[in-house]
């Protein structure tokens, strides 16, 4: 089964950037669609955006123009580049699998990584 370990997560100040990455244990290129979510402090975690294996990409609203996912199937790696970041993005990060009706494949998620947005 495909595993996935989040990083790139670090406390910056508003208006900064960051980049995130998803390591997968094994191949994603048979994964037609990969996702970015997050979930921040006493909320549900939420899908944020989605990238197929081709690289067309969605986005929530609240995060266009800012989030940009990219993905690189020969390295096993998605990415996650955030500008402009905003105090409401605090957050801790998750990537996985997502299937064709919009719900998370691997049941097992990682330790995800913390994004912390603070002046």
């Known amino acids: 089964q495909v595993q996935f370990v989040e990083s790139g997560g670090d406390l910056v100040q508003p208006g900064g950037s960051l980049r995130l990455s998803c390591a997968a244990s094994g191949s994603i290129f048979g994964v037609s669609t990969m996702g970015w979510y997050r979930q921040a402090p006493g909320k549900q975690r939420e899908l944020v955006g989605t990238?197929?294996?081709?690289?067309?990409?969605n986005y929530v609203g609240s995060v266009k123009g800012r989030f940009t996912i990219s993905r690189d199937n020969a390295k096993n790696t998605m990415y996650l580049q955030i500008n402009s970041l905003k105090p409401e993005d605090t957050a801790v990060y998750y990537c996985?699998?997502?299937?064709?009706?919009?719900?998370?494949?691997?049941?097992?998620w990682g330790q995800g990584t913390q994004v912390t947005v603070s002046s």
């Open positions: 996985n699998a997502v299937s064709s009706t919009g719900r998370y494949i691997i049941p097992s």
């Open positions: 990238i197929t294996s081709g690289g067309a990409t």
